[in-house]
C-alpha cells in the first residue's frame, strides 16, 4: 500500500474530460462503499436535472450552481462524519477554469460567495491525460452535448493550473493513459482502500415504508432529498438503503386520461371530471382501486427482495376511514414488512403547497401536480390518521399485525438542508426505535 502521510479524507478526482473519472469512481462506489461515498460531478448533475444546455445556458448554470454548493457542502460534511473516505468527482475550479477558457462571464461576480461555499479538499487526484486522449475519448463515449474541444480543453488546463497556483492544494497526479486495471489498481492502492466482502444485514435498513400524508404535504420532497443523498449517508444516518419507490399518484393519473379519451369517443368519462384545468375524482371506488394496484405493482419487487433495500410505497388518503380502510387493503407481503411514516401538515397549509408546487406544464409530475379545492376539501378535509395514531410514534393494529408508525411534523417548510437532515432523521430514528 503506498505510504500517505496524512491520510486525506475528502478527495478530489479531476481531469480532462472521459479520462475516466466517472467509471473510477463508479468501481470504488460498487467495491469499496463501506469505506468510501462518492459524490456525482456536480456541474453535470446540476445541467441533466434542469435540462440545461452545458455551453449556452451558462447564466442559468452558474445560479444552479450557486444554489447547489450547501446541499454540496452538507453531502461532504455528512459523509465524513460517518467515518468514510469522501470521493467527490470534479470542482469548482474546474468549472471557474471552463468559464475562463469560454470567456464566459457568469460566475464573475460570484467568486468570493463561490470561496466561500465549496469546500477546499484535502487532497486533488488529478488523472493525467493529452488533450488528444481525451478528445479520443469523448468522441467514443458518444455524448456530443458534453464534448469539449481540445483548444478549449488546452485553455481550460491552463486555467487550472492557475487555480491551484493560486491556493493552497495538494495534487497527486495519475497516469491516465494506460490500461483500466493499471489506472483503478494505483488509485485503489493510493487511497488505501481495501475490499472486505461485507454483507448487507437484512435488518441495517427499512425494508419498506408506507409514506403517508396529505397532498403536498411534503411526501415526495423527503423522497427526492434521500435520492440526492449518498447510500452509504443514507444507510446510516436515515436506516434507507438503495430506494425503490411506488407511488399511486400515476396510477390515478393514468385513469384521468384514459376518462379523457373515453370522452373523445363519445362515451361518459368513468372515474373522473375535468375542473379547471384538473381533475376531480367523481368515484370513490377508484381509492381501493389503487391500492390493488399497489399490491400487484410491488408483489415481484417484494418477491425478488434484496438485503439493503428500501420499498417506499407513497400515497394520500382522507375521509372517515381513508387510512383505516387503505392500510386493511396492502397485501400481507407489505404489511409484514412495512413501517409507516406520515408526513404531517394541517388541511390549510397543506392547500397552500398545493397551490404553491402547481406546475401547469407539468401537472402530471409528483413534485408539480396540484388537487383543485373542492377536491381537496371532499376528499381530505377529513383524515383519519390521528384516530388511528394518537402517539406521536408507537405501533397500530392492521390485519392482526402491530404496525410499527411515527408521525413527523413538518411545519415549518424547510427548505435549509440542515434542518430537514435534522428533522428526517430525528423522525426515523424515531421510526427505528418503534420498530425494534
Known amino acids: 500500500m503506498t505510504d500517505m502521510t496524512n491520510r486525506p479524507q475528502h478527495i478530489v478526482v479531476e481531469g480532462l474530460p472521459a479520462v475516466g473519472k466517472s467509471e473510477l469512481l463508479a468501481l470504488i462506489e460498487r467495491f469499496y462503499s463501506d469505506q468510501a461515498v462518492v459524490l456525482p460531478e456536480m456541474v453535470k448533475e446540476v445541467v441533466l436535472r434542469d435540462g440545461l444546455d452545458l455551453f449556452t445556458d451558462r447564466s442559468a448554470l452558474a445560479a444552479a450552481l450557486l444554489a447547489e454548493l450547501p446541499r ?6 455528512m459523509a465524513l462524519a460517518a ?21 464566459d462571464p457568469s460566475l464573475d461576480g460570484h467568486l468570493d460567495e463561490l470561496e466561500r461555499a465549496a469546500p477546499m479538499a484535502d487532497l486533488y487526484l ?11 475519448r469523448q468522441r467514443a463515449r458518444g455524448t456530443p452535448d458534453f464534448e469539449v474541444e481540445e483548444p478549449t480543453l488546452r485553455k481550460m488546463t491552463q486555467f487550472l493550473a492557475s487555480w491551484h497556483a493560486g491556493r493552497p492544494t495538494r495534487v497527486v497526479s495519475v497516469d491516465a493513459d494506460r490500461s483500466a486495471h493499471e489506472v483503478v489498481a494505483e488509485v485503489v492502492d493510493l487511497l488505501g482502500l481495501q475490499y472486505r466482502g461485507v454483507a448487507m444485514p437484512n435488518d441495517d435498513v427499512f425494508p419498506v415504508v408506507l409514506l403517508l400524508g396529505r397532498p403536498a404535504s411534503g411526501k415526495s420532497e423527503l423522497i427526492d432529498y434521500m435520492q440526492r443523498t449518498p447510500l452509504a449517508v443514507r444507510r446510516s444516518r436515515y436506516r434507507l438503503g438503495t430506494l425503490r419507490v411506488v407511488d399511486d399518484f400515476p396510477i390515478l393519473w393514468r385513469k384521468f ?11 361518459r368519462r368513468l372515474y373522473s371530471r375535468a375542473e379547471v384545468g384538473n381533475y376531480s375524482v367523481t368515484d370513490d371506488g377508484i381509492w381501493s382501486f389503487l391500492i390493488e394496484r399497489l399490491n400487484e405493482e410491488v408483489e415481484p419487487l417484494l418477491a425478488a427482495r434484496r438485503p439493503g433495500k428500501t ?90 399485525r402491530e404496525i410499527p408508525y411515527v408521525t413527523m411534523n413538518n411545519v415549518p417548510e424547510l427548505t435549509d438542508p440542515r434542518g430537514l437532515d435534522t428533522r428526517y432523521r430525528e423522525a426515523l430514528e424515531r421510526l427505528r426505535r418503534a420498530a425494534s
Open 72 to 77: 454540496r457542502r452538507q453531502a461532504i460534511e
Open 83 to 103: 467515518g468514510k473516505l469522501c470521493l467527490e468527482e470534479s470542482h469548482m475550479g474546474v468549472h471557474l477554469a471552463y468559464c475562463r477558457a469560454l470567456s
Open 126 to 136: 488529478r488523472l493525467e491525460a493529452a488533450e488528444a486522449v481525451s478528445v479520443f
Open 257 to 267: 386520461i384514459e376518462d379523457d379519451l373515453w370522452e373523445k369517443t363519445g362515451r
Open 311 to 400: 420499498l417506499v410505497i407513497e400515497f394520500s388518503r382522507g375521509g372517515k376511514r381513508g387510512y383505516a380502510d387503505a392500510l386493511e387493503r396492502l397485501s400481507t407481503a407489505v404489511l409484514d414488512r412495512a413501517a409507516i411514516l406520515y408526513v404531517d401538515v394541517p388541511f390549510e397549509e397543506s392547500w397552500r403547497r398545493n397551490l404553491a408546487r402547481y406546475d401547469v406544464a407539468r401537472r402530471d409530475g409528483i413534485l408539480t401536480h396540484s388537487v383543485p379545492r373542492k377536491e381537496m376539501e371532499r376528499t381530505y378535509g377529513d383524515d383519519d390518521w390521528h384516530e388511528l395514531a394518537r402517539e406521536g410514534a408507537g405501533r397500530i393494529r392492521v390485519a392482526g
